[in-house]
Every structure is written in structure tokens, then in C-alpha cells.
């Protein structure tokens, strides 16, 4: 699944429904009021499953996508936010990371605790907004 926005149109007519490339994709559009990604992420949620990964389109990690995903079903959380210690190097640091938990993730207000950045790589569990008992 592929969720676009501004200009997605233009990623649909290159690589259509992948076929020519062996694979499927579907396409989630954020909407006429452009909200973000998260707008894109909510009219997806029927079609992505009980837990699924979100990925920056602009992101390659050299990580063990496998290995992330069986850690964050195994710990039973809700989410996973993959975070690289990034000391102001890349971007604007915006976690704060301590005693293996994020303290605070926030792109607007800075504190000085701030050394980590996210890292482009999630995963959730749709529960929280998914209608109806679990």
C-alpha cells in the first residue's frame, strides 16, 4: 500500500498497479484537504490489517525489517517508532530517548535532551482506531 498526496498522481502513472514488476500496489490518497501522511495512513486502515509497518517513501534503512517486526508483535505495544541517535547531524534532533523509551517526540518544540531523530520506520497495531471489540 502506497500512501500518497500532493502530486501522487504522478506515481500511479509510472508504476500503475506493479504488475510490470511482479508485485501488487494499491494507493491510499491523502484527499482533496491535504492532511499528511496521517491523512493518507486513516483511509488505508481497512485494508492494511491487525499490525502493519509504515515506511517514508524517501527512507532506505539497513535494518532487519523481519526482526523489528517480530520485536514489536512480541512487545505487545501499540506502536514502534525506529530512532537513530542523530546529534543535530542529519536534521533537527526531535526525541528524547532515555532508559530505553521515548520521553518526548516532538518536531516543534526542542529540549535539550533531544539527541535522537525518528528514523523513518514504524509500526502500529490498528486497534486504537478500529470500530468494534478486539
Known amino acids: 500500500m502506497l500512501c500518497v498526496g ?27 484537504k491535504l492532511l499528511g501522511t496521517g491523512g493518507a495512513l486513516i483511509r488505508a486502515l481497512p ?10 517513501g524517501d527512507s532506505y534503512l539497513p535494518v532487519d525489517y523481519l526482526e523489528v517486526g517480530r520485536s514489536f508483535l512480541a512487545s505487545g505495544r501499540l506502536g514502534l517508532m525506529t530512532i ?17 523509551k521515548i ?18 520506520l514504524g509500526l502500529l497495531r490498528a486497534r486504537p482506531w478500529t470500530a468494534g471489540p478486539r
Do not use: C
Request: net charge negative; hydrophobic share 30%.
Open 6 to 32: 500532493y502530486l501522487g498522481e504522478m506515481i500511479v502513472d509510472r508504476y500503475g498497479d506493479g504488475a510490470k514488476w511482479d508485485v501488487h500496489i494499491d494507493y491510499s490518497f491523502d484527499g482533496p
Open 47 to 56: 485494508l492494511l490489517g491487525d499490525a502493519f509497518y509504515i515506511l517514508y
Open 84 to 100: 537513530y541517535e542523530n546529534q543535530e547531524r542529519y536534521d533537527t534532533s526531535n526525541v528524547w530517548f532515555a532508559e530505553g
Open 103 to 120: 520521553k518526548v517526540y516532538d518536531k516543534k518544540n526542542k529540549v535539550p535532551q533531544m539527541h535522537h531523530i525518528d528514523y523513518g
